[in-house]
C-alpha cells in the first residue's frame, strides 16, 4: 500500500516555513528545520524530558512536526485503515454523516487522511488537543479542504463521559495516548469514559508509537476492553483469547510498514539520517457491537517479527487466529530462488493464511509449505 501524501498538505507547510524563515528559497526553509526536527524526533523516542508537553507552542517546532510527522501520520493511519476496511465488516454507514473524535489531534493529520479516504462520505471531524496554536493549524487546512470541523481545547486527562454530541462512529487516538500517560498508566474510570464517547456500532482506534513500553500497554488495554460485554477486538488480533504476548515480553505487536516520503521530507532528512522510508507503530481497533466469539483458527496468524533466513529456512513469529503466538518455518528445499526473495519482502505486521502446517519442535512451531497473502 503506498498512499500518496496530497500535494496541497506539503504546500501548506512549505508557505508556512517560507514565511517563518522570511526567505524565498524552498530548500532553504525546509532545512533551517532540521535543529528542531533532529530535537522533536529524540524527544518522541528515546530523551524525553519534563517540558516537552508543550512543544507544539513553540513555531519551529510545529513547523517540524507539520513536514516531517504530518506526512507520516497521514499515510501511517491508512494502514490499519484499509485493513479494517478489507477485513473486516466496520465501515463508516452510508446514511449518515461520519463522525470521527480525533483525540490529541495535533495537526490533524489521522482524522484528515481518514476523511480523505472515503471522499463521497459527508464527514464531520471534532478535534480534541491542548495546544491552541495546533488546532489553529489544524483548522486552516480543515478550511481549504472544505471539511466540517469543530475543535476543542481540552485537557484529555480529564475525559467527559458521554458528552452526547461528542459520542462518535470513530473515536481517534494517533500518536497521543503515550504522551498522556508517560509515567503511570490511564485508569479503569478514564478508559471507561473513553469507551463512552465511541458510538455503537462504532469504532475505537489507537495508534502508538512502537517504543518499548507502548506496545505493551496495548496489550493490556485491549484486556480491559476484552471484558467489556460489547465489543468486540478487529485488529491487530486475530482471536479474541487473552493475548498471548502478555506472558513473553521478548516479542512485542508492532508494524514495519514501507511507504513513499514526499520530497520536503527527503530533503529536510538528507542531513538527519533517519530511516524514514518506514512507518513503525502499534495499533488497536475495537468496534462496540455485540458478536459471537470468533472459531479459534490456527491457519490465519498475524507476523509479529520480521521474516529471516536461518539454516536452510525462513522463519518468522505470527500471533494466530487460536490465540496462539508461535514460531513458523519453510524449509528452503520447498522455495525457488523468487519465492524465497518474495518471502523475504513480506512486512511485519501482515495477515497471512497458511494453506498446511506441520508441528515441530518445543515450545510447538509449524513448519509450513508456504503462505498465501489474503
Ligand atoms: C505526537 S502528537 C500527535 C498528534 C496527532 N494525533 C498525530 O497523530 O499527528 C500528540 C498530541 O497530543 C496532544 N496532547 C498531549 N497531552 C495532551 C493532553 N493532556 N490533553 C490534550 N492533548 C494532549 C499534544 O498537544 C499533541 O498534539
Same mark, same amino acid.
Given at each position: 500500500?503506498?498512499?500518496?501524501? @496530497?500535494?496541497? =498538505?506539503?504546500? =501548506?507547510? %512549505?508557505?508556512?516555513?517560507?514565511?517563518?524563515?522570511?526567505?524565498?528559497?524552498?530548500?532553504?526553509?525546509?532545512?533551517?528545520?532540521?535543529?528542531?526536527?533532529? =530535537?522533536?524526533?529524540?524527544?518522541?523516542?528515546?530523551?524525553?524530558?519534563?517540558?516537552? *508537553?508543550? =512543544?507544539?507552542?513553540?513555531?519551529?517546532?510545529?513547523? *517540524?512536526?507539520? $513536514?516531517?510527522?504530518?506526512?507520516?501520520?497521514?499515510?501511517?493511519?491508512?494502514?490499519?485503515?484499509?485493513?479494517?476496511?478489507?477485513?473486516? +465488516?466496520?465501515?463508516?454507514?452510508?446514511?449518515?454523516?461520519?463522525?470521527?473524535?480525533?483525540? !490529541?489531534?495535533?495537526?490533524?493529520?489521522?482524522?484528515?487522511? /481518514?476523511?480523505?479516504?472515503?471522499?463521497?462520505?459527508?464527514?464531520?471531524?471534532?478535534?480534541?488537543?491542548?495546544?491552541?496554536?495546533?488546532?489553529?493549524?489544524?483548522? *486552516?487546512?480543515?478550511?481549504?479542504?472544505? /471539511?466540517? %470541523?469543530?475543535?476543542?481545547?481540552?485537557?484529555?486527562?480529564?475525559?467527559?463521559?458521554?458528552?452526547?454530541? &461528542?459520542?462518535?462512529?470513530?473515536?481517534?487516538?494517533?500518536?497521543?495516548?503515550?504522551?498522556?500517560?508517560?509515567?503511570?498508566? +490511564?485508569?479503569?474510570?478514564?478508559?471507561?469514559?473513553?469507551?463512552?464517547?465511541?458510538?455503537?456500532?462504532?469504532?475505537?482506534?489507537?495508534?502508538? +508509537?512502537?517504543? &518499548?513500553?507502548?506496545?505493551?500497554?496495548?496489550?493490556? /488495554?485491549?484486556?480491559?476492553?476484552?471484558?467489556?460485554?460489547?465489543?468486540?477486538?478487529?485488529? @491487530?488480533?486475530?482471536?479474541?483469547?487473552?493475548?498471548?504476548?502478555?506472558?513473553?515480553?521478548?516479542?512485542?505487536?508492532?508494524?514495519?510498514?514501507?511507504?513513499?516520503?514526499?520530497?520536503?521530507?527527503?530533503?529536510?532528512?538528507? !542531513?538527519?539520517?533517519?530511516?524514514?522510508?518506514?512507518?513503525?507503530?502499534?495499533?488497536?481497533?475495537?468496534?462496540?457491537?455485540?458478536?459471537?466469539?470468533?472459531? %479459534?483458527?490456527?491457519?490465519?496468524?498475524?507476523?509479529?517479527? @520480521? $521474516?529471516?533466513?536461518?539454516?536452510?529456512?525462513?522463519?518468522?513469529?505470527?500471533?494466530?487466529?487460536?490465540?496462539?503466538?508461535?514460531? &513458523?518455518?519453510?524449509?528452503?528445499?520447498?522455495?525457488?530462488? +523468487?519465492?524465497?526473495?518474495? %518471502?523475504?519482502?513480506?512486512?511485519? !505486521?501482515?495477515?497471512?493464511?497458511?494453506?498446511?502446517?506441520?508441528?515441530? !519442535?518445543?515450545?510447538? *512451531?509449524?513448519?509450513?509449505?508456504?503462505?498465501?497473502?489474503?
Amino acid at each position: 500500500m503506498n498512499t500518496p501524501y @496530497p500535494v496541497d =498538505y506539503e504546500q =501548506y507547510w %512549505l508557505k508556512q516555513a517560507l514565511r517563518h524563515f522570511k526567505t524565498a528559497e524552498v530548500n532553504k526553509a525546509i532545512l533551517a528545520l532540521e535543529p528542531a526536527v533532529r =530535537y522533536l524526533s529524540d524527544q518522541f523516542t528515546t530523551k524525553r524530558s519534563e517540558d516537552f *508537553a508543550h =512543544y507544539s507552542e513553540d513555531p519551529e517546532l510545529l513547523l *517540524a512536526y507539520g $513536514m516531517f510527522f504530518f506526512p507520516q501520520t497521514y499515510s501511517r493511519v491508512r494502514f490499519p485503515l484499509e485493513e479494517l476496511i478489507r477485513f473486516t +465488516p466496520w465501515r463508516p454507514k452510508s446514511d449518515a454523516p461520519f463522525q470521527i473524535l480525533d483525540m !490529541g489531534c495535533g495537526l490533524g493529520a489521522a482524522s484528515l487522511s /481518514i476523511a480523505d479516504f472515503f471522499p463521497g462520505q459527508p464527514t464531520k471531524i471534532i478535534g480534541w488537543d491542548q495546544s491552541p496554536t495546533s488546532l489553529k493549524h489544524f483548522e *486552516a487546512i480543515a478550511r481549504d479542504r472544505r /471539511i466540517d %470541523l469543530h475543535t476543542f481545547n481540552k485537557d484529555l486527562h480529564r475525559l467527559p463521559i458521554k458528552v452526547k454530541p &461528542h459520542v462518535s462512529d470513530l473515536v481517534l487516538m494517533s500518536f497521543s495516548l503515550n504522551e498522556l500517560f508517560q509515567t503511570v498508566e +490511564p485508569e479503569i474510570s478514564w478508559l471507561e469514559s473513553l469507551w463512552s464517547l465511541v458510538q455503537e456500532e462504532g469504532l475505537l482506534l489507537i495508534i502508538e +508509537p512502537s517504543l &518499548h513500553q507502548t506496545p505493551v500497554r496495548l496489550e493490556k /488495554i485491549r484486556e480491559f476492553f476484552r471484558a467489556q460485554s460489547n465489543s468486540h477486538i478487529l485488529a @491487530p488480533c486475530l482471536h479474541s483469547e487473552t493475548c498471548p504476548l502478555l506472558k513473553n515480553v521478548k516479542t512485542q505487536c508492532h508494524e514495519v510498514r514501507h511507504w513513499k516520503p514526499p520530497e520536503s521530507l527527503k530533503i529536510l532528512n538528507k !542531513g538527519l539520517f533517519r530511516e524514514i522510508s518506514l512507518l513503525k507503530f502499534s495499533f488497536l481497533a475495537i468496534q462496540k457491537t455485540t458478536v459471537a466469539p470468533r472459531p %479459534l483458527n490456527p491457519q490465519v496468524t498475524r507476523m509479529i517479527s @520480521p $521474516m529471516l533466513d536461518e539454516n536452510g529456512k525462513t522463519i518468522f513469529h505470527g500471533c494466530s487466529g487460536d490465540g496462539v503466538a508461535r514460531r &513458523h518455518e519453510i524449509l528452503h528445499r520447498h522455495l525457488t530462488k +523468487p519465492e524465497r526473495h518474495d %518471502l523475504l519482502q513480506v512486512e511485519r !505486521g501482515t495477515r497471512l493464511q497458511l494453506p498446511d502446517y506441520e508441528i515441530v !519442535g518445543k515450545p510447538e *512451531a509449524f513448519r509450513i509449505k508456504n503462505i498465501i497473502q489474503p
